[in-house]
Structures are given as structure tokens and as C-alpha cells.
């Protein structure tokens, strides 16, 4: 038998004033007390992540220290647009509405530090942000049907590539321990070993005995501390600072105007896709952690947000623009889901990006420090795509023969930096990036074993069990 209803109207009477429809914790307005703190939190989380890419290359491609800092603004305030576009949106057009941070991604940067190496000085950073802003209008074109898509880049082939992404950026934070200048003559003095070593250990050290927030930022306070201790011995460089201007709009295609090449552009679509299916599941993740679930259109809202950070970022300087799995990982441990939390982040980055003097204090980390804790940053995206793999069903024979092969051929490059050196130009753009090279090969031998000809076999198990 129906019980009668009851509820609040019941039990208030009939002169009560009905209550306040609850806020959904997502589009809670915090206090400033509790707001800031949080952001801090957030921007902390995320801060090396957002400046890894335009050091390292900006490294790779010879800029001096004024451009640096050009590259490190940009690579801010295309992060701080982005992840303000992303938790506030525009109507219906663009932004998911949820405590989501949007910022460059280091899985462009294998590919883009090939398109560099294929291109002759001056026309490196060009042939990238054509590359990009190609990259950008495919997510664009893309996005709204990715959804469709997703069966194509299972757990099983977004582990690989993650997992790809820590591995093959790892010689770049052994070369800056050793240093950054290669042509140098003191090139791995043991004077560079001790300042990365210090660096780790300080990291190492933090995450083991902090506590709450100081954990959180174990990097950053491993890059200050080893700042510090470079300076008595003359490793930290303090003229980008003395030469940076206070403030600057960025000035757009200040480093040239964008260069189109076939073989850049599809290397670089291919780790769209890669950071589309990272968005994707950073969303459906955050959705699940805030009690707000995420379903097609929301996600097509934050790919479109992907898809404009991406398209507009390499106007000023930036680079392709994902989802960035640390912050998810601040939501979850925190759980404070204020989008306006992360809002608060976003804006605090777009200040930063338009103060180019803020980020020069990142050009003061001398490279050996970068190096001590890259190889913690990069060592951590291996990890993660580790995790994702361990969750893919390897007991399956078929799944362990494509990750051996998918990461074999990613690890090609790496072993032997010459091996596609007779291959035509867009072939070594492809295949020499280990991303690249291993994306294509996951997503070649996913369709093999797992979609072609297998609707026949289903049908067949499924009447069978």
C-alpha cells in the first residue's frame, strides 16, 4: 500500500516559507576564505605541468631567455582562458561546467620536439603552431562525434600511449641533470648530478614526512629548495628576470607565421585524438567524483573548449590543450567540487600569463633542478598510463601481445634515435615519436583483434554461455 507523502511542507506547516532549492556542490559559491586556499591548491597541482612544455621546447629550438619567458606567458594565459572558458562555458557552445583544468599537454611534446628536428632554425616553431592550429580545427570538426569513437581507444590503447608519454620524454630530464647543453664542455659534471640529486631527495623527502598541502606541492617546493641551494655556486641565471617586462599583452604569431607541412600535421592530429580521449575520460571521471554525470552533450561542450584553447593557443604561443589528470586527482582528495573553485585557478593563471616578469621566475630554475624533478613528473605519467594498462585485462593473451608490440614500436625511437633515418620526411614525423609511433600502432592492432570480423565470434560466445 502507497504511503501518504511527507516532507518539509508537511512538517513546517501551512505559514512556512518553503526552503531553498539545495546548490548542486558543483555550482556552490565559496566563501574567499575557503575559495583561495582551494585554488591554491589546484594551481599548485598543476603549475609545472602548464610551464613543462614551452621549456622544454623552447630548449629544443634555441630560444634565449626573453623568449622563454614569451613562451612560458602564453603557455599561461592560453591556460588560464581555457580553464575559465571550461568551468564558466558560453551558453550551450562551449564548457563542460565542471571543476575541470585545461592547460597544454606534455603529450605533444614528443611529436613536437620531431617536427623540430626535421626543420631547419627559424622555421621549427612555425611548422609546430601550423601543426596545431590544424590539430585544433580537427578537434573542432571531431568533438561533437567523438563519442562514437571511444570504442576505438579503449583503456588498452589510451595505457599504451600514456604510458608511451612518460617513457619517451624521460631522456629529456636526464639531459637536464646532466646539464640541458649537450655541446657544452662540462656537460654532466658531477656539479649538475648533485644539484638534480639534491632536488629529488627533497621531493622524495616532502612526500614522505609532509603532511595535507605540503604534499601537494612536493614538486614545487623541490624546484624552489634546489633554486636556492644552486644559487652560492653560481647555477642560477637571474637575467631573464632583470630583462622580463612587468606586463605585455602577447603579441600574436610573435615567433613567426605559421608553417603547414602534410607529415606535422597528421603527427599532431594523431595526439589530438590521444588528448580528446584524455579529455573524455578526465570528464567522466570528475563527473563520477561530483555526483553530476556526464553525458554527451557535456562532453562534447568540453572537447569543443579542447578544440578552441587549441586552435587560438598557437596565435600567441601555445600549444594542443587537454585535460590535466592531477587536478582530477585534487577534486577527488579535497572533495571540494566547486567549479568556481578551479574557476578562481583559472583566472589566477591568465593574471600570471599577462605579467610575463611572474613567469621569468620559472626561467630562474637551473636545468639540473628541472631535471631532478622532471624525471618524478615524467615518471608519474608512466605510471598512470601503468594504472590504466593494470585495469585493461591483461590476462587476455591478445591484449598482452598488442602492448608489447604497441610499446615495442614506441620504444623504437628511443633505443635507436637513427632507425628511420632512409624513411621519407613525413614517415620519420610519424613513426619518430614514440607517442605517435605506438598510438598508431594500439589503435592498428585494437581494430585487429578486437573489431574486424569479431561480430561473428560474439554472437557465437554469447549463444555458447
Known amino acids: 500500500m502507497a504511503q501518504p507523502a511527507s516532507g518539509p511542507a508537511e512538517a513546517e506547516g501551512p505559514c512556512s516559507t518553503p526552503p531553498e532549492r539545495a546548490v548542486h556542490p558543483v555550482d556552490e559559491k565559496l566563501t574567499p576564505s575557503r575559495l583561495l586556499p582551494a585554488a591554491l591548491?589546484?594551481?599548485?597541482?598543476?603549475?609545472?605541468?602548464?610551464?613543462?612544455?614551452?621549456?622544454?621546447?623552447?630548449?629544443?629550438v634555441g630560444l634565449d631567455a626573453a623568449g622563454m619567458t614569451r613562451l612560458i606567458a602564453a603557455s599561461l594565459l592560453i591556460a588560464g582562458c581555457a580553464t575559465l572558458l571550461q568551468t564558466l562555458g558560453i551558453g550551450g557552445l562551449a564548457g563542460n561546467r565542471l571543476p575541470f583544468v585545461n592547460a597544454a599537454s606534455s603529450a605533444g611534446i614528443a611529436p613536437m620536439l620531431a617536427i623540430a628536428e626535421t626543420n631547419a632554425p627559424?622555421?621549427?616553431?612555425?611548422?609546430?603552431?601550423?601543426?596545431?592550429?590544424?590539430?585544433?580545427?580537427?578537434?573542432?570538426?571531431?568533438?561533437?562525434?567523438?563519442?562514437r569513437l571511444l570504442r576505438f581507444f579503449p583503456p588498452l590503447v589510451t595505457g599504451v600511449v600514456i604510458t608511451l608519454i612518460g617513457v619517451t620524454l624521460m631522456p629529456v630530464p636526464v639531459s637536464w641533470a646532466q646539464g640541458g647543453d649537450k655541446t657544452a664542455t662540462d656537460f654532466g659534471d658531477m656539479k649538475y648530478l648533485a644539484l638534480a640529486a639534491f632536488t629529488l631527495v627533497v621531493i622524495l623527502l616532502i612526500q614522505r614526512f609532509g603532511r595535507g598541502f605540503l604534499r601537494q606541492v612536493a614538486l614545487l617546493m623541490g624546484l624552489l629548495i634546489g633554486t636556492l641551494a644552486a644559487v652560492p655556486f653560481g647555477l642560477a641565471d637571474f637575467s631573464s628576470l632583470r630583462d622580463a617586462p612587468l606586463a605585455a599583452v602577447p603579441t600574436p604569431f610573435?615567433?613567426?607565421?605559421?608553417?603547414?607541412?602534410?607529415?606535422?600535421?597528421?603527427?599532431?592530429?594523431?595526439?589530438?585524438?590521444?588528448?580528446?580521449?584524455?579529455?573524455?575520460?578526465?570528464?567522466?571521471?570528475?563527473?563520477?567524483?561530483?555526483?553530476?554525470?556526464?553525458?554527451?552533450?557535456?562532453?562534447?561542450?568540453?572537447?569543443?573548449?579542447?578544440?578552441?584553447?587549441?586552435?587560438?593557443?598557437p596565435?600567441?604561443?601555445?600549444?594542443?590543450?587537454?585535460?590535466?589528470?592531477?587536478?582530477?586527482?585534487?577534486?577527488?582528495?579535497?572533495?571540494?567540487?566547486?567549479?568556481y573553485v578551479v574557476a578562481a585557478a583559472g583566472a589566477a593563471l591568465l593574471v600570471l600569463g599577462?605579467?610575463?616578469?611572474?613567469?621569468?621566475?620559472?626561467?630562474?630554475?637551473?636545468?639540473?633542478?628541472?631535471?631532478?624533478?622532471?624525471?618524478?613528473?615524467?615518471?608519474?605519467?608512466?605510471?598512470?598510463?601503468?594504472?590504466t594498462l593494470s585495469e585493461a585485462g591483461l590476462d587476455d593473451s591478445s591484449n598482452i601481445i598488442l602492448v608489447a608490440v604497441a610499446l615495442g614500436a614506441g620504444i623504437v625511437p628511443l633505443a635507436a634515435p637513427g632507425f628511420y633515418a632512409d624513411f621519407p620526411s613525413w614517415a620519420q614525423t610519424v613513426l619518430g615519436s614514440g607517442i605517435s609511433a605506438g598510438a598508431l600502432v594500439a589503435v592498428l592492432l585494437n581494430l585487429f583483434f578486437h573489431h574486424l570480423g569479431t561480430h561473428g565470434r560474439t554472437a557465437v560466445a554469447l549463444k555458447s554461455s
Do not use: K
Open 354 to 387: 599577462l605579467f610575463p616578469v611572474l613567469g621569468a621566475v620559472v626561467s630562474l630554475v637551473p636545468m639540473p633542478v628541472l631535471g631532478g624533478a622532471g624525471i618524478v613528473l615524467f615518471g608519474s605519467i608512466a605510471v598512470s598510463g601503468i594504472r
Open 41 to 60: 591548491q589546484h594551481i599548485a597541482a598543476m603549475y609545472a605541468g602548464v610551464v613543462t612544455p614551452p621549456l622544454i621546447i623552447g630548449q629544443a
Open 122 to 147: 627559424g622555421h621549427q616553431l612555425p611548422a609546430i603552431y601550423g601543426a596545431v592550429l590544424v590539430a585544433g580545427v580537427f578537434c573542432l570538426a571531431v568533438g561533437p562525434f567523438f563519442g
Open 254 to 313: 610573435a615567433f613567426g607565421a605559421p608553417e603547414f607541412q602534410p607529415a606535422a600535421i597528421l603527427s599532431l592530429c594523431i595526439v589530438m585524438l590521444v588528448l580528446m580521449t584524455e579529455s573524455s575520460a578526465g570528464m567522466l571521471a570528475v563527473g563520477e567524483i561530483c555526483d553530476r554525470r556526464t553525458d554527451g552533450r557535456t562532453l562534447t561542450r568540453g572537447l569543443r573548449t579542447d578544440g578552441i584553447a587549441t586552435l587560438i593557443g
Open 315 to 339: 596565435v600567441f604561443g601555445g600549444f594542443p590543450t587537454s585535460a590535466f589528470a592531477q587536478n582530477v586527482g585534487v577534486v577527488s582528495l579535497t572533495r571540494v567540487r566547486s567549479r
